[in-house]
């Protein structure tokens, strides 16, 4: 518009300017943060060393959440950052109790609208499990992230606090959501079901060998490349809201000169499952057939799974699981079978029924 008078002119051109201006502000006004809790169990990644040389031999589990965050200030970078300390354990104390304790509580805050995401700070001996056991029972498609660290928090070169910057990145990210639960150590991202712990103390001890990893994490960024195709979260059918106790599953061993004992011990404590983690092809030791057939009959259900670690566990393979009314664990590890054969026994003993489970989840 032409104004004739000068003043008019001036007025509209410093009006003109100003709109530029908060346009340019605008433009360059800070992304809103995703508020991501991070729930702390323990685990080396809260662990202590005598000096900063001792990466084995040192206490898990020592050093309290507020701790962790404080040490990694570049979490305010990414995330609204909010701290719960859920337990302070090493992870081969992690039992059915705690996973109903944990999984509750992450239900209840992804319910909530101010909480994007979860991280889960976790000794890494039993990582794998408590990741599966949510990724079934989390109702929620916003990110869940577990985390651990291979190296105490007083190491040289202690991995946790990168670690726990990239999983709370990740928990935050738009990329993460829908994935199911999530690892993220080393840079890597897996998924919750084929994730395995495959060395005592190395920094790359997490790895999907064969089916592989989902991503990577590099420059604060995800990086996906796969999806877990297996249900998950939101579309299982487990229900742990109002659960307080786990069915007693148990694992038995397969090894040269196997006998019952096993199976017949555990059957004596009360099992109402049976894993078998069998040699190859989840083989049945003539020893053991008869002690896994009996604890059939008195109304166990008997899963067959393999110690190896890789491999589709063939149903009427080495064993005529039809006849004997057994059940193959697909390509789950014996210690992810147990955890999906106690969430079945809370919907149902039928083999049939718990034979699709092994196939869907
Ligand atoms: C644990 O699992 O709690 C100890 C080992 C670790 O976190 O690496």
């Known amino acids: 518009m032409l104004h004739k008078n000068p003043a008019q002119s001036m007025i509209a051109l410093f009006g003109l300017l100003f709109c530029m201006a908060s346009a340019t502000q605008a433009q360059h006004a800070a992304p809103k943060l995703a508020n991501v809790t991070i729930l702390a169990t323990g685990g080396t990644i809260a662990g202590s060393g005598a000096s900063s040389t001792t990466t084995v031999g040192y206490t898990a589990a020592t050093v309290g959440v507020q701790r962790l965050i404080a040490a990694v200030p570049e ?72 985390v651990g660290a291979m190296r105490p928090s007083t190491a040289i070169s202690a991995d946790g606090p990168i670690n726990l910057y990239n999983s709370v990145m990740l928990a935050a990210s738009p990329e993460a959501v829908g994935k199911g639960v999530l690892v993220a150590m080393n840079d890597q991202i897996q998924s919750a079901r084929d994730v395995t712990k495959v060395n005592t103390s190395t920094l790359d001890s997490f790895r999907t060998p064969e089916l592989g990893l989902l991503g990577y994490i590099q420059g604060s960024k995800p990086f996906f490349y796969r999806q877990q195709i297996r249900k998950h979260t939101t579309e299982t059918e487990f229900d742990i809201g ?38 190859g092809d989840g083989s049945l030791a003539a020893r053991v057939k008869p002690a896994l057939v009996a604890a059939h009959a008195k109304g166990a259900v008997v899963v067959r799974a393999s110690r190896v670690g890789q491999g589709i566990l063939a149903r009427n393979g080495e064993a005529n699981d039809d006849e004997l009314d057994f059940v193959v664990a697909d390509t789950l590890s014996a210690q992810k079978a147990r955890i999906l054969l106690m969430l079945a026994l809370t919907k149902t003993t039928s083999t049939k029924e718990i034979q699709r489970m092994f196939y869907t989840y």
């Open 75 to 146: 979490l305010a970078k990414v995330a609204n950052v909010n701290g719960e300390q859920v337990f302070q354990i090493a992870s081969e104390n992690m039992t059915n109790e705690h996973w109903l304790t944990l999984a509750k509580r992450v239900n209840v805050l992804l319910a909530q609208s101010n909480v994007d995401g979860i991280v889960i700070t976790h000794g890494t001996d039993t990582l794998e499990e408590t990741a599966y056991f949510l990724n079934l029972v989390v109702k929620s498609r916003k990110p869940v992230v577990l």
């Open 242 to 279: 109002a659960l307080q106790v786990l069915p007693q599953v148990d694992i038995v061993y397969g090894y040269a000169n196997v006998g019952p004992v096993a199976v017949d011990a555990f059957m004596a404590a009360g099992a109402k499952g049976i894993i078998h983690a069998g040699v």
